[in-house]
């Protein structure tokens, strides 16, 4: 990672990393999204079809996604925690022991798509 630091360099958004998060507010409110903060997250609720369809917060709320939903979770409490455990394995049978010993994808692809969210 730190080699990649000085050679091509390492890109911030103009304005700081507070920049970005507001233009992704400003995308997310534009395309007609919600954005909810200070929720406690207990489940992500899968449809049929393997997609993420909802979110479970604490009082037992569900909100309901029409096109999909995004989460800034790490992968193992996601997929270990916050997925049912039948679910995870028909998205994909080998992920939850790929995740429990921390086999997911190099570093750099994990921040690749961290950054492009």
Same mark, same amino acid.
């Given at each position: 990672m730190m080699a990649l630091r000085h050679d091509p360099g390492t890109a911030r958004p103009r304005g700081g990393t507070g920049a970005l =998060?507001? &233009?992704?507010?400003? =995308? =997310?409110? +534009? +395309? *007609?999204?919600?954005?909810?903060?200070?929720?406690h997250v207990e489940q992500i609720l899968m449809g049929n079809n393997g997609r993420a369809e909802a979110v479970?917060? &604490? *009082? *037992?709320q569900e909100y309901r996604a029409r096109k999909g939903i995004i989460s800034s979770i790490d992968a193992q409490r996601l997929f270990l925690q916050l997925i049912d455990p039948a679910d995870a394995q028909a998205i994909a049978p080998q992920l939850n022991e790929r995740i429990k010993r921390r086999i997911v994808n190099s570093n750099d692809g994990i921040l690749k798509i961290d950054c492009a969210l």
């Open positions: =998060v507001q &233009a992704l507010i400003k =995308v =997310v409110n +534009h +395309h *007609g999204g919600t954005i909810l903060c200070d929720q479970r917060v &604490a *009082g *037992g």
